[in-house]
């Protein structure tokens, strides 16, 4: 392997879409419709009928529909340049499930060691680093309970600065190992404790690590096909591992969605030659710093050319089952997957969102070809691999199209390398180029409106390419060059249905801040301003939350200098003014958003708290950024996941 790579930061983006389209171009948003599916309904018999993460639609079917929107109650906190989680007042954060706590399984719950000393066998009973998106499911399964309840919880990347006592200094088949497993997804289990705070419940019998290493199920359109099968899976069926879980999405039938993001970082082809395939999805001749292929040929992709094919996907986990083999939904499409949002049409039908998120990449929904069936759980299991994959066009009028992507149909044509779905799907991003969909500037979480069905809102963080060196120009959905504040776009659904194929679309924000020396960088923010906008979720109540990824490169520096650290907003999209209500410590993203039914105990994520521009830390002065959550006695600083709650009892928000 070359002794030359360079650290490719995680998630840098650089664009690898070539196509000459035109640039002009929760649980459910779950949107049934209320006349149909709640018809005769009494919320308490649909969350029964619907089981535990349908609370979302009980909640909603609690509330009138054109209701008055909500009124955010809290005072705003200002920039945060501390090394801590600041709340407004009469707010509490308390830190639930860090890096390196034990997930939970009986008799296998080794403790954190603060020098890195645990071993891999011992991390893969552990909570992996960097938590990202996540997802609260009541129990029992079938209830709406605020008190108890499952958490599936990505761990997206690692650090492996911190993750090894020395560091990268040396490096081995056990460090390789051991990152393996501190990434993919936990499911814990966690209980109110009735004093006001919570706890992960040990041992659980759900507590389980899903890792690099775990076998997973591939199912839909590109089960079998040749360009997914290996040497160590000749038959196209099984893949070992989910890694670079980015965001994520309950569905109304109670399973997770995790999504697999950069999973080029972790390839390397340093053959010279590369196949249209390979550059399109980034894979290059370095990685992006993990070094996995190192020593696990796996990832060397001159050796094992489909083996990339094998991930960008989205995968579906049943939290409720321990024993259940994860599965690699293909029929989502392979692209850098951010999250994947579930909504159900008045149809039936169970529409995901999902955005890609790079440079100059593309918005997708699936619409699946049966209907969600609220009485058999078993039933909506397969929902997901059989349905017409979407990507989106903008259009300069304020109208939009999504584009089928079908084998045979629009141009999708053999000649053009897309003799099968398998095909479409594996190569989803060659195919959206086809259908000459519309580049984004970088499309991250999709939320949609808990009280408005078919109102749809998704976070394009950032693009300072945008206009540069012969890249596409502003367009009307991305109107800025150097659009280095990001913007939150807005669609709602022709007839509000999740279903349609044609929508109207606005700009919802233009991030940014009024002080900027140009104009670009101005935005129109009303209320506290942000920018590099990533999370957004609605709650139960119709107020959307925005959480931030200012890149540690940038954060508090450059264009975002004064900014301090990176931030979580609420806004009420009826009267448009965002309103700051978290800060983090230094060098952290703020991630994952998740509400108990009762909208009162909200939990989000602190990903890679004193993480370095090189994204890899210092061995030697592992708190040289932030010791969060320890303090200055800490070991090292520790991604977590944290509960929120209002002192009074009172709800998030209010
Ligand atoms: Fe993993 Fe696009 O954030
Ligand atoms: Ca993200
Ligand atoms: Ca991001």
Redesign the pocket.
Known sequence: MSESYKIKQH?V?EPTNPSANLALSEVLAARFSRRGVLKGTGAAGLAGLLGGSLATLAEAAQVPFARKAPVLGFKPVPFGFEDKVVVPEGYVADVLYAWGDPVGIKGAMPAFKPDASNSAAEQELQAGMHH?GMAFFPLPLGSTSSKHGLMAINH?YTDDGLLHSDGMKTWSADKVKKAQAAVGVSVIEVEATGQGGWKVVRPSKYARRIHANTPIAIQGPARGHALMQTEADPKGVEVLGTF?N??SGPTPWGTYLTCE??FDGVFVNDSGKLTELEKRYGISNKDAGYKWAWEDFRFDAQLNPNEPNRFGWVVEIDPFDPKSKPVKRTALGRF?H?GATVAIAPSGHAVVYM?D?QRFEYIYKFVSKNTFDPKNRKANMQLLDEGTLYVARFDADGSGQWLPLVAGQNGLSADKGFASQGDVVIKARMAADVMGATKMD?P?WIAVHSHKPGEVYCTL?NNSERGKDGKPGPDAANPRTDNKFGHIIRWNEHGGDAAATAFKWDIFALAGRPDAAKPEHKGNIKGDYFGSQ?GLKFDYNGVLWVET?VSTSTVNMKEYKGMGNNQMLAVVPETGEFRRFLTGPNGCEI?GIAFTPDNKTLFINIQHPGEPDSERSDPDRPLAISSWPEGPKAGRPRAATVVIRKLDGGVIGS
């Open positions: 998630g983006d990202d997206e670079q980015c965001a993001e950069n850098k951010e955005g998120d970088r991250e963080t990533d990824d991630t």
